[in-house]
T-cell receptor, first 112, second 116 residues
C-alpha cells in the first residue's frame, strides 16, 4: 500500500523567510503532484513532476523530485502572506495509474 | 464549462437519508474521479470512470455508496442510508484520459456533506 507522508503538517513563518516542505512516499512512482488548497476551496494544481531530478519553479515556489530517495520538496523563497494555504503532495501509484494518494497536507501560515 | 462544476456546494441531511451529489466535468475530459476529503486530511480516492464505465471502484467504502456516469459526462455519486461518518467534502475531478496515461487532474470545489 502506497503511503505518502508530508512534514511539517503545520508551518508558521514570517514574510521574507525561506522554508522547505518535504514529501516522502513508500513505493516506486512515476509522477508526483503538488496542489494548493485555500480554506473552503478546491485543489489548485501547482506542479507535476514526471521524472527523477525534475525541478519546476513558479514564482516563489520551487518543487523537485528524487525518485531514488522517494522524496519531493517544495521550497518557498521569501514568503509572502498570499502563500498562506494548505499544500498537498500526491503520488501516482504507477505508470498510467489514475489513483492519486495524497499526503495529509502542510498548513502554511505566513505572518506579515 | 470552464471548470469542474459540483452541486450542491453544501448539503445537510439526517442520518439514514439518501443523498445525491452531482459532478459536471470539463468538456472533453473522458476521465472522471471522485475523492472524499475529511477535515484535516488529504483527499482519498473513491471511484474512477473512463467514459461511461466505472474502471475502478475500489475506494468506495461500502455498498451504501454508488456512482454513475450514464452518458460519459455528468456523474452522480449516490449515498444510501447516510451515517454521521459520511460527513466530508466530496471532490470530483476530471482529466483528459486516453490510453494508459490519464493526465493531470482538475478538481471541482466540492460538495460539503453534513450528516446530523
Amino acid at each position: 500500500e502506497l503511503k505518502v507522508e508530508q512534514n511539517p503538517l503545520f508551518l508558521s513563518m514570517q514574510e521574507g523567510k525561506n522554508y522547505t516542505i518535504y514529501c516522502n512516499y513508500s513505493t516506486t512512482s512515476d509522477r508526483l503532484y503538488w496542489y494548493r488548497q485555500d480554506p473552503g476551496k478546491s485543489l489548485e494544481s501547482l506542479f507535476v513532476l514526471l521524472s527523477n531530478g525534475a525541478v519546476k519553479q513558479e514564482g516563489r515556489l520551487m518543487a523537485s523530485l528524487d525518485t531514488k530517495a522517494r522524496l519531493s520538496t517544495l521550497h518557498i523563497t521569501a514568503a509572502v502572506h498570499d502563500l498562506s494555504a494548505t499544500y498537498f503532495c500526491a503520488v501516482e501509484s504507477g505508470a498510467g495509474s489514475y489513483q492519486l494518494t495524497f499526503g495529509k497536507g502542510t498548513k502554511l501560515s505566513v505572518i506579515p | 464549462g470552464a471548470g469542474v462544476s459540483q452541486t450542491p456546494s453544501n448539503k445537510v441531511t439526517e442520518k439514514g437519508k439518501y443523498v445525491e451529489l452531482r459532478c459536471d466535468p470539463i468538456s472533453g475530459h473522458t476521465a472522471l474521479y471522485w475523492y472524499r476529503q475529511s477535515l484535516g486530511q488529504g483527499p482519498e480516492f473513491l471511484i474512477y470512470f473512463q467514459g461511461t464505465g466505472a474502471a475502478d471502484d475500489s475506494g468506495l467504502p461500502n455498498d451504501r455508496f454508488f456512482a454513475v456516469r450514464p452518458e460519459g459526462s455528468v456523474s452522480t455519486l449516490k449515498i444510501q442510508r447516510t451515517e454521521r461518518g459520511d460527513s466530508a467534502v466530496y471532490l470530483c475531478a476530471s482529466s483528459i484520459g486516453t490510453g494508459a496515461t490519464t493526465g493531470e487532474l482538475f478538481f471541482g470545489e466540492g460538495s460539503r456533506l453534513t450528516v446530523l
